[in-house]
């Protein structure tokens, strides 16, 4: 389930990335609204994923669906260059991104943590 949420953080990471260039520098109401509660969902599901998946895979792969999402929406709805250099190089995060599943080491469903007391 943890993998689940961090995909589902990834992309909304990408349409809140997508969703500044609407909020016009967070002038108009409802882009930002909307743009605000992807960032705040965005990152709660990315700390509940962090929960049960090790903190630089997790961190990793959500900056990468973001990434991958931002460039491909550009493309998209913005009209940027599509290039096959470009192309090239998404599909090479791509496969960096599963590389670093594949080889997450098998990290347990459920990392162990401990409370500090701090005075």
């Known amino acids: 389930m943890a993998w689940i949420y961090l995909i589902v953080a990834g992309l909304l990471e990408a349409g809140w990335a997508v969703g500044l260039k609407y909020t016009d520098g967070f002038t108009r109401p409802v882009p930002s609204v909307l743009t605000a509660g992807a960032i705040m ?3 709660l599901l990315l700390a509940i994923a962090a929960r049960s998946i090790p903190i630089g895979t997790a961190y ?3 900056v990468g ?3 991958v999402g931002a460039v491909t929406l550009g493309i998209v709805l913005f009209n940027e ?3 096959a250099v470009r192309i090239f190089f998404i599909a ?3 496969a960096a991104l599963i590389g670093l599943k594949l080889t997450d080491g ?3 469903t459920v990392l162990a943590t401990r409370s500090v ?3």
Do not use: D, Q
């Open 41 to 43: 969902a965005s990152m």
């Open 60 to 62: 990793a792969i959500w």
């Open 65 to 67: 669906i973001g990434a």
């Open 81 to 83: 260059p599509r290039t």
């Open 92 to 94: 090479l995060l791509v």
């Open 106 to 108: 098998g990290a347990p």
């Open 117 to 119: 007391n701090i005075r």
